[in-house]
């Protein structure tokens, strides 16, 4: 039988894995995990935050100059990082670019009473996205409304929107539970008491109403609110496997404040492996063709004791 998590005894995550693969991890250099990179997985490091997140607003541009009226295109983003998103509108103004036939579709959103946040709730993504990039987009340039996804607690019409246009990138971020948007472990519960699910069932789950990890939920309050987890739903909606199997191409962005070290060299070692686990989900990625990591080098840190 599996370990037990150390965290949540009711949940799956990455620390019901084997000590052997978490030490290993661990051990990972910067040049060991250069040299994790193979064909369907790219590794890239960037030296200074101003590269870094002008690289991933960049994404967002050249999603974008691929729309055409016949093959309308986007990409489908996060809100961990948010950093990008500023830059993102002010390239837009700067090229002059024209988004009447681009697409956006939010990655997730949180439950509030039953249904999706609305634009009034603090922590609202949807409210992040339009406050952070697409209300700073000059109105002659703006995307059409009715191509501005997000996710609902009916996600019907979110679902089928995945067939209006190509996604030529799905990019996001990694949590603290390894998860990318809100596909985090499951409960550790029937059937999956003694294991967790299969990779290929896990695979199959769609835009989705889930619970949420006590991992998720405490990096959430750290990261977004000043640790006030009063404030942080225990819902959310998340884009599923399925449409991150739509995507073209999955690009994950690590600054170093959203995961740790160890987190990190955790995902790439297993996603570079395909050592597919779905108590970790990220490592689902394993399976994607086309699947990229770039690394702020300098929030790469290491995993050695270092006491305070």
Known sequence: MRAKSQVAEGWWDYTTLDRAL????????EDDIRGLERPGFAIRFYDSREAFFLAEALEYIDAWRQATPSQPA?????????????????????????????????MDEWV???KEAGLDFPLGFARADL???????????????????????????YVNSWEQARCVVMQGGQGEVKHWAFNDPPKREAPNVDAPPPAEVYRQLSTR???????????????????????????????????????????????GHHDNPFGMRLTTLM??????????????????????????????????????
Request: charge should be negative; charged fraction near 15%.
């Open 209 to 255: 109403v889930v619970d949420l990890h006590p991992m998720t939920i405490m990096q959430n309050a750290r990261t977004s609110g000043g640790g006030a987890v009063q404030n942080v739903p225990t819902q959310a909606i998340s884009v599923g496997p399925l449409q991150t199997w739509q995507a073209e191409k999955v690009s994950i962005w690590h600054p």
């Open 22 to 29: 978490l030490d290993e991890a661990a051990r990972l250099t």
């Open 74 to 106: 986007g990409i489908c983003g996060p809100i961990g990082p948010t950093e990008q998103l500023p830059l993102v509108a002010q390239l837009v103004n700067a090229l002059d670019l024209n988004l009447e036939h681009a697409h956006f579709w939010g």
């Open 271 to 308: 996603i570079s492996k395909r050592i597919i686990d779905t108590a970790v989900p990220m490592s689902l990625l394993g399976d994607h063709p086309n699947v990229q990591f770039s690394f702020l080098r300098n929030a790469l840190g290491s995993c050695d004791v270092e006491m305070h």
């Open 112 to 114: 509030v009473d039953g």
């Open 131 to 157: 406050d952070l990039c697409f209300e700073r987009i000059r109105p002659e340039l703006a995307m059409p409304e009715a191509n501005l996804h997000f996710p609902a607690a009916d996600p019907t019409d």
